[in-house]
């Protein structure tokens, strides 16, 4: 009996096979993290967060786990399903108080804030964002677009990559727009090549394509 025990103690102890893991605050060097709708639980860096899930690193707006060699990277409000790596690739995104999903992905392999923007039909941003990802923009083509703020000009560009958690694409179109925005809008030239569902105040994103 004391055998079984010892047998059964040891299965418990031995890590914890998450299938859900969230981000819902950050700290210098430590994350806040839900593992399977339980109750949440600051880690550092450093340290495993489930069986074969290490939290490698931080930021002001998200952070960076390590999942067998496989990075992911979670803004506040998102979370990955480890499921998720035998299918196509998704993120769920998290609305914030004013009803806006927005996401800390990467453009060309640089950090950039993200909100989703059915509106936009492109990939958006400010030409000082364009000019801090290294993009030329001015060689693009000029076009014209009309915003909240009237007709604008814009320069038609082509992004390498787009990714938001585990979720990229290769080659989508972009706009830049030299009057600036606050972050870039995730528009239909990504959107278009997932399959966006919606229920309540989360929204997947699944790739398609």
């Known amino acids: 009996m004391q ?24 700290f210098p060097g430590k994350a806040v993290l839900v593992i399977d ?3 949440p639980r600051t880690y550092a860096v450093g ?16 952070a960076t786990l390590d999942e067998h060699g496989k990075r992911q990277l979670l803004a506040i409000g998102t979370h ?8 196509a690739p998704s993120i769920t995104l998290q609305a914030d ?22 509106g936009a039909s492109m990939v958006s941003m400010s030409a000082q964002d364009a000019r801090r990802l290294g993009i030329d923009y001015q060689r693009g083509q000029r076009m014209f677009s009309n915003t909240a703020n009237g007709v604008v ?15 990229e694409l290769n080659g ?20 278009n090549r997932t399959v966006m569902q919606r229920d309540g105040q989360q929204m997947v994103l699944t790739k398609r394509y």
């Open 3 to 26: 055998r079984w025990l010892l047998l059964l103690l040891c299965i418990a102890t031995t890590g914890i096979h998450a299938e859900s893991i969230g981000l819902v605050g950050l």
């Open 172 to 191: 989508v179109d972009g706009l830049v727009q030299e009057q600036g925005l606050p972050f870039a809008l995730l528009g239909m030239s990504f959107l």
């Open 97 to 118: 108080s004013r009803g806006h999903f927005m996401a800390q992905g990467m453009i060309n392999g640089l950090s950039m804030p993200m909100m989703v923007d059915t």
């Open 47 to 62: 340290s495993m967060v489930a069986d074969g899930v290490r939290l490698t690193g931080v930021s002001d707006t998200s």
């Open 153 to 167: 000009p814009v320069f038609l560009v082509r992004l390498d990559t787009v990714r938001i958690g585990d979720l």
């Open 80 to 87: 990955f399903s480890r499921g998720q790596s035998q299918g």
């Open 37 to 39: 709708g339980r109750a």
